[in-house]
Structure formats: C-alpha cells, structure tokens
C-alpha cells in the first residue's frame, strides 16, 4: 500500500515514471495521500479482522542467534540512502543515483562482494526476466494493438473504465505485465498525466486482492512460511478483496477529483 506513494516504491511505478516522464516529487505529491489514506485503511481491516487475536503490541521473538552488525558500514549505507532520496526529490534520473548508490557501496565496503550477491533473490530477478520476455511477445503479436483499438470500444477515456480495467487485468496477469499492456493506451488518452497516475495507483492496489496478485506478497508469504506461519489463499482473500475495494475507490477519487 505504502509503495504507491513514490516512483521507487515498486518496480510498476518504475516503469511508469519512465514511460511517463513524469517528475519525482510531482508524482510524490499527487500519489502521497493515497498512501497515507490506503495505510489508514490497512489498519482498520486488519484490526477488524484480528482485533481478537492480534495484540496491542508486537513483542519480538527473541532471537536465535547473535547478528553482528557492522556499524561503519550500517552508517555508510545509511548517507548512502540520504544522498538518493535527496537526489530523487532533486529531480536527478532515478536510474542513475540507483546504479551510482549501489556501485559505491560495492566498491568502497568492507564486505566482500560475493557476501552481497548470496542476499540476492535470484529467483525473484529471474521471474521479473521472463515476464518481461512474455510481454514483449505479447507485444509483438499484437496484443497491445488491439487493446489500444479495444479502448474505444468500453469508453477507456473514462477514468473509472480506466481504473476498473487496470485493476481486473492487474490480477489476471499481474501489475508489472498490466501496466507493460495498458502502456499505449494511457499514453493514447486525452490527460496524460492523469491517465499514468490512476495506472500506477490502480495497478499497485490491486496487487492486495490475493496473494498472487503482486511479487511483493509472494515474498511475504513465502517468508511467513518459513517462520512456520501459513498465510492462507482465502484468508488472504477475505481482507484483501474488500480492502482493495474500498482503497481503489478512494484512490480514483483522489486522482480524479483532486487538484
């Protein structure tokens, strides 16, 4: 929920922001209080949904390990992370503070590269490759063609049509390759930045219906589990569903009514 905030917040946002041009801080502007409001909702679904068993204050499990922390390099990595969002806001390339932040930290640090390489989800990057391959076929077969022809034909100009679309597709085959698909027709309608905004909103927050409707809660998920915590398709489902309900509407209002 929180991710829709800004155009790092998630790998759709990305894309859009360089599909769209769109500038950081005015993305942040527009998109912030979705945000706030979705995290707001967040809270009260969870609390209805758990307030029996869910207690006021989350105790830590103690730890089965010491973890040694380096703290120079915590420090470093922490300016680090400063620096970019500065230069985000600054209006500098996304992509680059990212390589030039993460390049410095890899060849200035005290911890051996190979160390850093063993944290990477390679499987996550790899299914990231392949979707990307799927959509560009989809692509060159045409398919984003005939949606754009479609876009007449269910009133796409209209943003609740725009959103709805957005949202349904965003969970048939995930928000990354939905907003690869959408691509041409956002770009295709009369108010662009509008257009972008309610895509990046509308795919982001439907990722929450299910648990495969975003990356991010697979990950989550997959991390419960190994903690011995099972995350339930339908239990899922049953805070998901209403929350995205209630979280897209208040996200269309947002964007389309606001100034």
Known sequence: MGSV?????????????????????????????????????????????????LSRVLRAAPPCQRIPVHYPLMLKTAAVIVVMLVAFLAGVTIALVAIAGAAYLLLTGRVRPDKVYREIDWGVLVLFIGMFVVIGGAGAAGIAQTLLAGAQAVNLQNTAVFTVVTAVLSNVVSNVP????????????PDHTRAWLLLAMASTLAGN???????????????????????????????????????????????????
């Open 178 to 189: 939905a907003v690869l698909l959408l691509k041409p027709v956002a770009a295709s309608l």
């Open 209 to 259: 219906v299910t648990i495969v409707g975003s990356v991010a809660n697979l990950i989550v998920v997959e991390a419960a589990r190994k903690q011995r915590i099972r995350i339930g398709f339908l239990e899922y489902f049953g805070v998901g569903l209403p929350l995205t309900l209630v979280t897209v509407l208040l996200g269309w209002l947002i964007l389309s009514f606001g100034a």
């Open 5 to 53: 905030a800004t155009l790092t917040g998630n790998p759709q946002n990305m894309l859009i922001g360089s599909f769209s041009g769109l500038g950081y801080r005015a993305f942040l502007a527009r998109q912030a209080p979705v945000a706030i409001i979705g995290l707001a909702c967040v809270f009260v679904a969870v609390w209805l949904a758990y307030r029996r068993t």
